[in-house]
């Protein structure tokens, strides 16, 4: 059982280690193609409510081509959706670096962040999404995170 677990762990670092020279070389059309097709399945998940699937198929587009911020975000959403918060927030953070101006994963990572209790950067997050996402969205936000009056200041004219 011991050399089993072993094996398993050496076989996880090898995978592991090939990814990341995958990682540190050219994204190929082929890789391109394979994680497009990874996120097509990742959203077809999460509009089915399979969540175990949904994060699977996105992390494995994310490891095909890891400088998208759009995968990222796919798998911040997977991950928030499968209420793994940290991991969401990770991801959403990711994809903020990636591209600073992506409203959707702002409002990811707000809304990942007020279920993290960290409201505070939650209004920093959606102040980042404003202008990127709908106003509701951005006033929703805001109420959830704890900002009443700026959230009806936002809303009454949405």
Do not use: W
């Amino acid at each position: 059982m011991m050399n089993r677990t072993i094996l398993k762990l050496a076989a996880s670092v090898l995978i592991i280690g090939t990814m990341g020279a995958a990682t540190a070389t050219e994204v190929t059309p082929k890789m391109i193609r394979a994680a497009e097709q990874a996120a097509d399945n990742a959203l077809a998940a999460l509009k089915k409510n399979r969540m175990q699937d949904a994060v699977r198929y996105a992390e494995r587009a994310v490891a095909y081509n890891p400088s998208s911020a759009e995968h990222r975000a796919l798998l911040g959403q997977a991950y928030l959706h499968s209420g793994r918060f940290q991991s969401a927030e990770t991801a959403f953070g990711d994809a903020l670096r990636l591209a600073p101006d992506h409203g959707r994963a702002a409002l990811g990572l707000s809304l990942t962040q007020i279920a993290l209790g960290k409201n505070d950067q939650a209004l920093a997050s959606l102040g980042q999404a404003r202008g990127r996402v709908p106003d509701a969205d951005v006033g929703l936000g805001m109420a959830l995170a704890g900002d009443k009056t700026g959230a009806l200041a936002i809303l009454e004219p949405a």
